[in-house]
T-cell receptor
Framework: DQQVKQNSPSLSVQEGRISILNCDYTNSMFDYFLWYKKYPAEGPTFLISISSIKDKNEDGRFTVFLNKSAKHLSLHIVPSQPGDSAVYFC???????????FGTGTRLQVTL | GAGVSQTPSNKVTEKGKYVELRCDPI?????LYWYRQSLGQGPEFLIYFQGTGAADDSGLPNDRFFAVRPEGSVSTLKIQRTERGDSAVYLCASSPGTEAKNIQYFGAGTRLSVL
């Protein structure tokens, strides 16, 4: 039972354009959401997060949008840079537990 | 300061053997987590510690898996009678506390290969 889903295994975007990565969840108890970025042979690195009381959080080139009614969140990267090429994981946690539930990841490739 | 350190970075073992994987969290972090990532999947939760005690071990797949954190800092994940299906990257994370605002910081992982 995949509670956090990333339906696009890969995405290719040109440098300078916008990258949009999507994530859906099924557990209505989730109230905190995070995006992690992972390079090969490294651990996941925290990127940005959002609480369920908000619908948008922005940090530099990265913006996360949350649509609670649709149980959907997205990560926007603009402008995309070659160094953004990595696997991006969406993760979620309920207020009552510390463990994170991850999606299967989306591999982003930013081309020149 | 230093990040989360995991040793060894790679471990190759034979089916049926016992292995120990070590995690050294960020200094001062009270919460420590173990996850397992299989090929093509996201990390899956195994267990987490708040201080020395296991606060949630609901992700451990069976009783061959055990973890300890005796002094509230370094943790060891122990796997008995390893099986080929145990092959994965084992990730450790730590955080200053367990509230949602406390981000989990991950180590580079230990890649376990069971032959």
């Amino acid at each position: 039972d995949q509670q956090v889903k990333q339906n696009s295994p890969s995405l290719s975007v040109q440098e300078g354009r916008i990258s949009i990565l999507n994530c859906d969840y099924t557990n209505s108890m989730f109230d905190y959401f995070l995006w992690y970025k992972k390079y090969p042979a490294e651990g996941p690195t925290f990127l940005i997060s959002i609480s369920s009381i908000k619908d948008k959080n922005e940090d530099g080139r990265f913006t996360v949008f949350l649509n609670k009614s649709a149980k959907h969140l997205s990560l926007h990267i603009v402008p995309s840079q070659p160094g953004d090429s990595a696997v991006y994981f969406c993760a979620a946690r309920p207020g009552t537990a510390s463990k994170l539930t991850f999606g299967t990841g989306t591999r982003l490739q930013v081309t020149l | 300061g230093a990040g989360v350190s995991q040793t060894p970075s790679n471990k190759v073992t034979e089916k049926g053997k016992y292995v120990e994987l070590r995690c050294d969290p960020i200094s001062g972090h009270t919460a420590l987590y173990w996850y397992r990532q299989s090929l093509g999947q996201g990390p899956e939760f195994l267990i987490y510690f708040q201080g020395t005690g296991a606060a949630d071990d609901s992700g451990l797949p069976n009783d061959r898996f055990f973890a300890v954190r005796p002094e509230g800092s370094v943790s060891t994940l122990k796997i008995q009678r390893t099986e080929r299906g145990d092959s994965a990257v084992y990730l450790c994370a730590s955080s200053p506390g367990t509230e949602a605002k406390n981000i989990q910081y991950f180590g580079a992982g230990t890649r376990l290969s069971v032959l």
